[in-house]
């Protein structure tokens, strides 16, 4: 490596042989080993300063000197490019307030008599956050004997005081949509609408909603079960200071997510539709069953650069991403392209 134009790995190399040469001279050992040592600290520390993107782990946000790939500029234009979908704001029929704004007859030029003919419309669209409370008042009727009936409550209007089903339904919205932490709701809730709450109530806001949507989630698990191909994957998170793993199901028109401790799940644990027939591109996990489903060919490609590789019987070609039934298993080694032709049907319809 070269520091400043300096070959260290020459300077090192000729400083170890020269005292190879300069055995015969008298050197104390501790001198000896103290050069050794410095030699060793200077490999070290050139190491590191040599270590980038390219040759480590290091990710490249982490590099400052990685090389950086200018964006060519663009021919296009500035703005919204043609043939996309605007969204214009568009006036509404039925405004929820209006107001009449009168003109002075003050400033009317004088000799001329007016008369109102129309108005012209101009809308504001706003957002008005305020609490809203409802109270119900319940009769209670007495006859001569003292006896006292009180008319029912409506079905749950359970308490003196309590968070009705909108509020509810806004901070679950805000928790498991938007992903917002318990504090920053809370914060909202208490500046924006002036309406206390608590963590703990947020989350028994969302332990209701989830047992409220078992019936969805069974219906979600068994429309994904029918879809012709789903995608899996899994991400980690954090649970209570433990890292754990979200594990998800989806198609193109639903999502399903369940949290597990384990990232490599057996197949009976998986709820994402283990049973379904469908093809499901996957990240390869040892412990995931992937039998008769296609495998994510970019993860295979990242994982082993070789031609082909077959994960449970399936081969993916790097060069063109091809996915077939493969007949045996192929080795990380890079094969010739006559070789990748001879294995790889797409290949093979080019040449």
């Known amino acids: 490596m070269k520091i400043s134009n300096i070959d260290v790995d020459a300077a090192l190399a000729g400083v170890k042989q020269q005292l190879q040469s300069d055995s015969s001279v008298s050197v104390s050992p501790s001198l000896r080993a103290a050069i050794e040592l410095l030699m060793v600290l200077i490999q070290i520390l050139t190491g590191r300063i040599n270590t980038n993107s390219a040759n480590s782990s290091k990710p490249p946000c982490q590099d400052p000197n990685r090389l950086k790939k200018s964006r060519p500029k663009s021919k296009r234009k500035p703005g919204g490019q043609p043939g996309r979908i605007g969204k214009t704001l568009q006036p509404v029929e039925d405004p929820d307030a209006i107001q009449t704004v009168k003109l002075d007859r003050r400033t009317l030029p004088k000799g001329s008599s007016f008369r109102l003919v129309g108005h012209e419309k101009r809308q504001v669209i706003d957002l008005d956050i305020s609490r809203f409370v409802t109270e119900y008042q319940a009769e209670i009727l007495e006859n001569a004997q003292g006896r006292r009936i009180v008319a029912p409550f409506p079905a749950g209007v359970e308490r003196p005081v309590q968070y009705g089903p909108g509020l509810k339904a806004h901070a679950v919205y805000l928790s498991q949509y938007q992903l917002l932490p318990y504090d920053r709701i809370r914060e909202y809730f208490e500046d924006q609408v002036g309406i206390p709450l608590s963590a703990g109530s947020l989350f028994n806001f969302n332990r209701e909603a989830g047992d409220r949507a078992a019936g969805f989630?069974?219906?979600?698990?068994?429309?994904?079960?029918?879809?012709?191909?789903?995608?899996?994957?899994?991400?980690?998170?954090?649970?209570?200071?433990?890292?754990?793993?979200?594990?998800?199901?989806?198609?193109?028109?639903?999502?399903?997510?369940?949290?597990?401790?384990?990232?490599?799940?057996?197949?009976?644990?998986?709820?994402?539709?283990?049973?379904?027939?469908?093809?499901?591109?996957?990240?390869?996990?040892?412990?995931?069953?992937?039998?008769?489903?296609?495998?994510?060919?970019?993860?295979?490609?990242?994982?082993?650069?070789?031609?082909?590789?077959?994960?449970?019987?399936?081969?993916?070609?790097?060069?063109c991403s091809r996915k077939y039934p493969a007949a045996s298993v192929q080795s990380k080694a890079r094969r010739s392209s006559a070789e990748c032709a001879a294995i790889c049907p797409r290949r093979a319809s080019r040449s």
Not at 268 to 294: E, H, L, V, Y
């Open 217 to 319: 989630e069974v219906w979600v698990k068994d429309r994904l079960a029918e879809s012709d191909r789903i995608h899996a994957d899994e991400t980690s998170i954090n649970i209570g200071g433990k890292r754990h793993w979200l594990h998800c199901a989806s198609n193109d028109d639903l999502t399903w997510l369940s949290p597990h401790a384990r990232r490599r799940m057996k197949a009976s644990d998986r709820a994402n539709a283990a049973d379904s027939n469908a093809q499901r591109p996957a990240t390869c996990w040892s412990g995931c069953a992937i039998t008769k489903r296609m495998c994510c060919a970019s993860w295979m490609i990242r994982r082993y650069p070789s031609p082909t590789t077959r994960v449970s019987g399936i081969s993916v070609c790097s060069r």
